[in-house]
């Protein structure tokens, strides 16, 4: 009797084993079959992200209420003659800092000449405007408001007798400079909004990265980085913010026209200092929302983020592209594009 019920048992302990076995090959499977590639990513980016750094935070001591009188003033349309557009009709915080136009129309309706750069994360650049002309965010501030073709405000005295009779201003001028027997000037209009954009700070996945969180990018992410590094990007494209930190040359390798078929030739810094090596240079920007900033270049001539990448390979780098590749930096360059939060987009004086 006890025989047979050893013999018989025999086949239930086969098969439950042959269960666990299978069982253990399942798990197996259940294995993210990319993890080793993205282990072999980090390990090849490791050594070569170094010429990156993380989006700095906003200065924690920057005033309150000089932050809340530069984010009155960004939005008002008062900084205009005619009351028409405001800072943010041309940098559009809840568009990534850009109105998506090649380029602007001021308070008369007449366009600029040049494109509008993202007031996100600007203060970080070694000067402002794509000739670099102004220094800081504070000296860029005040710049397109007496520009007749931007603002067309007459004289700094016009707009702040304008102000001065705002009972808005009026409280929000003295909170922010208290100290101040006369509040209302020019220059402290100039600090006000500088110091509202130097909180427009837009921190991505890629930082998170940089940071050390190996999951914040896709495997794809990591293949278009390392594309964006072996192509030569990094050349200009570095530091917090991968740009704004550099004059370069725009055609290194070519005319740029031929490429961006611009309708002007723009000679870029030579226009403001008459130097020959000046000629056709401009301030690289900034690749951080790149998806988002569109139109591309000093003359939005381009609008399909494939193509600048296309034209810059070639004649930055001399590099002919396949699409493959150019496809891979893409996908890199939108892990740039950060969720920017509804505070910092907010019109104050629109109903909340």
């Given at each position: 009797?006890?025989?047979?019920?050893?013999?018989?048992?025999?086949?239930?302990?086969?098969?439950?084993?042959?269960?666990?076995?299978?069982?253990?090959?399942?798990?197996?499977?259940?294995?993210?079959?990319?993890?080793?590639?993205?282990?072999?990513?980090?390990?090849?980016?490791?050594?070569?992200?170094?010429?990156?750094?993380?989006?700095?935070?906003?200065?924690?001591?920057?005033?309150?209420?000089?932050?809340?009188?530069?984010?009155?003033?960004?939005?008002?349309?008062?900084?205009?003659?005619?009351?028409?557009?405001?800072?943010?009709?041309?940098?559009?915080?809840?568009?990534?800092?850009?109105?998506?136009?090649?380029?602007?129309?001021?308070?008369?309706?007449?366009?600029?000449?040049?494109?509008?750069?993202?007031?996100?994360?600007?203060?970080?650049?070694?000067?402002?405007?794509?000739?670099?002309?102004?220094?800081?965010?504070?000296?860029?501030?005040?710049?397109?408001?007496?520009?007749?073709?931007?603002?067309?405000?007459?004289?700094?005295?016009?707009?702040?007798?304008?102000?001065?009779?705002?009972?808005?201003?009026?409280?929000?001028?003295?909170?922010?400079?208290?100290?101040?027997?006369?509040?209302?000037?020019?220059?402290?209009?100039?600090?006000?909004?500088?110091?509202?954009?130097?909180?427009?700070?837009?921190?991505?996945?890629?930082?998170?990265?940089?940071?050390?969180?190996?999951?914040?990018?896709?495997?794809?992410?990591?293949?278009?980085?390392?594309?964006?590094?072996?192509t030569g990007c990094t050349t200009c494209h570095i530091g917090p913010g991968l740009g704004g930190n550099m004059f370069q040359k725009f055609g290194v390798?070519?005319?740029?026209?031929?490429?961006?078929?611009?309708?002007?030739?723009?000679?870029?810094?030579?226009?403001?200092?008459?130097?020959?090596?000046?000629?056709?240079?401009?301030?690289?920007?900034?690749?951080?929302?790149?998806?988002?900033?569109?139109?591309?270049?000093?003359?939005?001539?381009?609008?399909?983020?494939?193509?600048?990448?296309?034209?810059?390979?070639?004649?930055?780098?001399?590099?002919?592209?396949?699409?493959?590749?150019?496809?891979?930096?893409?996908?890199?360059?939108?892990?740039?594009?950060?969720?920017?939060?509804?505070?910092?987009?907010?019109?104050?004086?629109?109903?909340?």
């Open positions: 009797m006890r025989k047979h019920t050893l013999i018989s048992s025999l086949p239930l302990v086969t098969l439950v084993i042959t269960f666990s076995s299978c069982g253990s090959g399942k798990s197996d499977d259940k294995k993210d079959p990319t993890a080793a590639e993205n282990e072999r990513y980090d390990n090849l980016l490791k050594d070569k992200i170094g010429v990156f750094k993380p989006l700095p935070t906003a200065d924690p001591n920057l005033s309150p209420a000089l932050v809340n009188l530069g984010r009155h003033l960004y939005f008002d349309k008062r900084l205009s003659r005619k009351e028409t557009i405001s800072c943010n009709s041309c940098h559009n915080l809840a568009t990534y800092g850009v109105d998506n136009k090649p380029t602007s129309p001021g308070d008369e309706g007449k366009n600029g000449e040049r494109n509008s750069p993202t007031t996100y994360n600007a203060f970080l650049h070694i000067a402002q405007f794509w000739d670099g002309r102004a220094a800081t965010v504070e000296e860029q501030a005040g710049m397109p408001i007496l520009n007749p073709v931007e603002m067309n405000i007459p004289s700094e005295k016009f707009l702040m007798d304008r102000l001065s009779k705002v009972e808005l201003y009026q409280k929000l001028f003295k909170e922010a400079f208290p100290n101040d027997k006369n509040p209302f000037t020019f220059d402290n209009l100039k600090k006000a909004i500088g110091a509202f954009e130097r909180t427009l700070v837009t921190p991505t996945r890629f930082d998170k990265y940089l940071a050390g969180d190996k999951s914040a990018l896709t495997l794809d992410e990591k293949k278009g980085l390392m594309a964006f590094i072996t390798h070519a005319n740029y026209w031929e490429y961006t078929k611009s309708s002007k030739i723009d000679e870029g810094k030579y226009a403001v200092t008459k130097m020959e090596a000046d000629k056709y240079m401009f301030k690289v920007p900034s690749l951080y929302n790149v998806e988002k900033t569109y139109p591309y270049f000093h003359d939005g001539s381009v609008s399909s983020l494939e193509e600048a990448v296309k034209i810059m390979a070639k004649i930055q780098l001399n590099v002919d592209l396949p699409q493959e590749e150019i496809q891979k930096i893409v996908t890199f360059l939108k892990s740039l594009t950060a969720e920017i939060p509804a505070e910092l987009a907010r019109d104050p004086f629109q109903a909340s």
